[in-house]
């Protein structure tokens, strides 16, 4: 008995978590016509879900990306939910498992379905959304901002600070270039969020940006949630507060990894660092899953940065419509992110180009988008460790913002991993490393090779209290996809500047300064 109350209590605890939140600042400055830089801000990732379980969670949300993104069958909800049970049931065994906070769950504590196990239609698009912290999000140009709970009523999912951000989402550095606002990264290296205006007169909305969908969206001033209620402390757009907002009566649905919306599509003004692009066509969601209704969600709505053949509104996204728009000189979205570790907090979202002021240009290069749905993925030319070429040839990548680690074929996540000294097989799909290790993994594209620093190799300790000891790897294995087909996410990205092109239907990587 005593094993199935731990056994609950701990199913509890991954599927809900709070945290506190700091504050981040969003200004909009000028810049060189053609060129527009958001920089990005962090936010804290959940507290008190055990490493393997998380990273179990990780896994499941890339398995099923992956799998969208090809066109196969995604992993059923049963398969995923077993591979998270697996996981608790390893710690229910392991005599050590007090280590993880296990009767330490909120009271209110719900059973949302916040671990990539959310149900999806096989055509629907994907985005693994992570687990979020925080609560209401915004930004400090639009004073206006309407923020409410239950779209309606005061909000309690998170305190307000006085610049009119969410408690706990720290601020992005102010950025290098001109024309900047600031992305959010969510704590340990997680999710990216900027903040954008909609409306007249402009409100300020935090959204996640994602480089593997299509699709923009925020929540409608009606909107509800499927678990009941109002779709939380977040800011809302409509008619009444906004005199622009004129609803189509189309409907749209997305279905992602881990809840879905539904909804209208709408034509209102939106402004990206000051660029103002008047009667732009996006999603309101009438109706929104937990997984972004609950006051736990930091951001406001998404922002889909693939190509727009992806979108299931079937509008253009952002940046073609900045581009048409004459805004921005090409329909180009750059990335800089950061890493947490380093608390420097410097990232940023550039669209129009590439800010030269991030890395090395005589280390850029520039190669074929090879997906025709309208991914972002690269040939691959090789993977060494510590110089060691590992004969993985005829590869591909998938490059996605919204995908935290590395997945790849089951064959070829060992043979990196058998380069790795220390290195070992949790015979689930995961690896850990040595927490201390030094290997150097190395990806190549464009004949130019882009080395992970070893602190994204070893993602997180299995034992907090044991910083010193096994790490879990960011490097995982999965078995969706044909033999060649890699899924790389930001374990790989913070360490190279990101850069996809539409018009040249290309890709752009360059090592960082």
């Given at each position: 008995?005593?094993?199935q109350?731990?056994?609950a209590?701990?199913?509890?605890?991954?599927?809900?978590?709070?945290?506190?939140?700091?504050?981040?600042v969003?200004?909009?400055?000028?810049?060189?016509?053609?060129?527009?830089?958001?920089p990005l801000?962090?936010v804290?990732?959940?507290?008190?879900?055990?490493?393997?379980v998380?990273l179990?969670?990780h896994?499941?949300?890339?398995?099923k990306?992956l799998?969208?993104?090809?066109?196969r069958?995604?992993?059923?909800?049963?398969?995923?939910?077993?591979n998270?049970?697996?996981?608790?049931?390893a710690?229910?065994?392991?005599?050590?498992?007090?280590?993880?906070?296990?009767?330490?769950?909120?009271?209110?504590a719900?059973s949302?379905?916040?671990?990539?196990?959310a149900?999806?239609?096989?055509n629907?698009?994907?985005?693994?959304?992570k687990?979020?912290k925080?609560?209401?999000?915004?930004?400090?140009?639009?004073?206006?901002?309407?923020?409410?709970?239950?779209?309606?009523?005061?909000?309690?999912?998170?305190?307000?600070?006085?610049?009119?951000?969410?408690?706990?989402?720290?601020?992005?550095?102010?950025?290098a270039?001109s024309?900047?606002?600031?992305?959010?990264?969510e704590?340990?290296?997680?999710?990216?969020?900027?903040t954008?205006?909609?409306?007249?007169?402009?409100?300020?909305f935090?959204?996640?940006?994602?480089?593997?969908?299509?699709?923009?969206?925020?929540?409608?001033?009606?909107?509800?949630?499927?678990?009941?209620?109002?779709?939380?402390?977040h800011?809302?757009?409509?008619?009444?507060?906004?005199?622009?907002?004129?609803?189509?009566?189309?409907q749209?649905?997305?279905?992602?990894?881990?809840?879905?919306?539904?909804?209208?599509?709408?034509?209102?003004?939106?402004?990206?660092?000051?660029?103002?692009?008047?009667?732009?066509?996006f999603?309101?969601?009438?109706?929104e899953?937990?997984?972004f209704?609950?006051?736990s969600?930091?951001?406001?709505?998404?922002?889909?940065l693939?190509?727009?053949?992806?979108?299931?509104?079937?509008v253009?996204?952002?940046?073609e419509?900045?581009?048409s728009?004459g805004?921005?000189?090409?329909?180009?979205?750059s990335?800089?992110i950061?890493?947490e570790a380093?608390?420097l907090?410097?990232g940023e979202?550039t669209f129009g180009?590439?800010?030269?002021?991030?890395?090395?240009?005589?280390?850029l290069?520039t190669f074929?988008?090879?997906n025709?749905?309208?991914?972002?993925?690269g040939?691959?030319d090789s993977?060494?460790?510590d110089?060691?070429?590992?004969?993985l040839?005829g590869?591909?990548a998938?490059?996605?913002?919204g995908?935290?680690?590395?997945?790849?074929?089951?064959?070829?996540?060992t043979?990196?991993h058998?380069?790795?000294?220390?290195?070992?097989?949790?015979?689930?799909?995961?690896?850990?490393?040595?927490?201390?290790?030094n290997?150097s993994?190395?990806?190549s594209?464009?004949?130019?090779?882009?080395?992970?620093d070893?602190?994204?190799?070893?993602?997180?300790?299995v034992?907090?209290?044991?910083?010193?000891?096994?790490?879990?790897?960011?490097?995982s294995?999965?078995?969706?996809?044909?033999?060649?087909?890699?899924?790389v996410?930001?374990?790989?990205?913070?360490?190279?500047?990101f850069?996809v092109?539409?018009g040249?239907?290309?890709?752009?990587l360059?090592?960082?300064v």
């Amino acid at each position: 008995m005593q094993l199935q109350l731990s056994f609950a209590t701990l199913l509890a605890g991954v599927l809900f978590a709070l945290s506190a939140v700091q504050d981040a600042v969003a200004r909009p400055t000028k810049r060189n016509p053609g060129l527009v830089t958001l920089p990005l801000k962090r936010v804290p990732r959940a507290e008190g879900v055990p490493p393997t379980v998380y990273l179990q969670q990780h896994i499941n949300r890339a398995h099923k990306r992956l799998a969208r993104m090809k066109g196969r069958e995604v992993p059923s909800d049963h398969q995923l939910r077993q591979n998270i049970e697996r996981r608790m049931l390893a710690l229910e065994e392991d005599p050590l498992s007090k280590r993880f906070n296990r009767q330490g769950v909120k009271k209110n504590a719900r059973s949302t379905n916040r671990i990539g196990l959310a149900g999806a239609a096989h055509n629907s698009r994907s985005l693994q959304l992570k687990k979020k912290k925080g609560g209401n999000a915004g930004g400090q140009a639009a004073s206006a901002a309407t923020t409410t709970g239950d779209n309606g009523t005061a909000g309690t999912g998170s305190e307000i600070e006085a610049n009119g951000v969410p408690s706990g989402v720290e601020a992005a550095n102010a950025p290098a270039a001109s024309n900047s606002l600031g992305l959010n990264i969510e704590g340990q290296d997680v999710g990216y969020l900027a903040t954008i205006q909609m409306g007249t007169p402009p409100q300020d909305f935090l959204i996640l940006m994602d480089s593997g969908s299509a699709d923009l969206w925020v929540g409608s001033e009606s909107c509800t949630s499927t678990a009941g209620g109002g779709c939380g402390s977040h800011t809302f757009l409509g008619t009444a507060s906004s005199s622009t907002f004129q609803d189509s009566g189309k409907q749209f649905a997305v279905t992602y990894g881990t809840g879905n919306v539904a909804g209208t599509i709408i034509t209102d003004n939106i402004a990206v660092a000051g660029l103002n692009l008047t009667g732009h066509q996006f999603g309101v969601a009438d109706s929104e899953s937990d997984d972004f209704a609950d006051n736990s969600v930091p951001f406001d709505g998404l922002m889909g940065l693939a190509q727009s053949t992806l979108s299931e509104q079937g509008v253009p996204t952002p940046p073609e419509s900045l581009a048409s728009a004459g805004l921005i000189s090409d329909a180009i979205t750059s990335f800089k992110i950061s890493r947490e570790a380093d608390d420097l907090n410097d990232g940023e979202i550039t669209f129009g180009g590439l800010d030269s002021t991030k890395f090395d240009s005589s280390t850029l290069t520039t190669f074929d988008n090879v997906n025709a749905d309208g991914f972002w993925e690269g040939a691959m030319d090789s993977v060494t460790v510590d110089g060691t070429d590992t004969q993985l040839t005829g590869r591909t990548a998938i490059l996605d913002t919204g995908t935290t680690l590395i997945v790849a074929p089951p064959a070829d996540a060992t043979a990196v991993h058998q380069l790795i000294q220390g290195s070992a097989s949790d015979g689930q799909g995961g690896f850990t490393v040595p927490c201390t290790t030094n290997a150097s993994v190395a990806l190549s594209f464009g004949n130019t090779a882009f080395a992970i620093d070893p602190r994204d190799i070893a993602f997180q300790p299995v034992d907090a209290n044991d910083p010193t000891g096994d790490c879990i790897s960011g490097i995982s294995s999965g078995e969706i996809g044909a033999a060649t087909e890699w899924l790389v996410g930001d374990v790989f990205l913070k360490n190279a500047y990101f850069s996809v092109d539409v018009g040249k239907n290309a890709i752009s990587l360059a090592k960082l300064v």
